[in-house]
């Protein structure tokens, strides 16, 4: 049987290295509350992110859980530099570019956590690394499947 934290964390690396991203970063509801925290992470430059919560609504990570979807900051997208600004773990580790896709659980229709992957530099994520990314997102939601029904 394989531990699903090493298991997920082997699966962030390998992302971080096929798109040449900076960070990428998992967070999960709390029970019990509305707030999100980061539970699984990898090239952050401090331990920071330890201490970020965050609400659904709030920053790159915040609106792709409100609204369900992909959603991507970068340069080229208007607004994009507000949801830089209220994304903590945006902040923290200086990124500037990041995709964030919502992770569902089957026993709720909203999102119970979010995949974030981000860039220190200014640049745009190809069609394809997104596809890879939504993959990774798919797989990780399958991993949490498994780890609840055991």
Not at 104 to 121: A, I
Request: with cysteine; hydrophobic share 40%.
């Amino acid at each position: 049987m394989v531990d699903i934290t090493v298991e997920l964390c082997k699966e962030l690396e390998l992302l971080r290295d096929s798109i040449s991203s900076d960070v990428v970063a998992v967070a999960w509801i709390d029970q019990g509350d509305s707030y999100f925290r980061w539970r699984y992470v990898t090239g952050c430059r401090s331990e920071r992110y330890r201490r970020i919560s965050f609400k659904s609504g709030y920053g790159v990570a915040g609106t792709a859980i409100r609204l369900g979807r992909t959603v991507t900051a970068n340069p080229l997208v208007p607004g994009a530099s507000r949801l830089r600004q209220e994304c903590a773990l945006m902040l923290a580790e200086q990124l500037h570019s990041a995709v964030a896709i919502p992770l569902h659980d089957d026993s709720t229709p909203l999102p119970q956590g979010v995949l974030l992957v981000g860039n220190r530099s200014a640049r745009i994520f190809l069609p394809q690394e997104l596809a890879m990314t939504e993959e990774v997102a798919r797989q990780i939601e399958c991993m949490r499947h498994s780890e609840q029904a055991r």
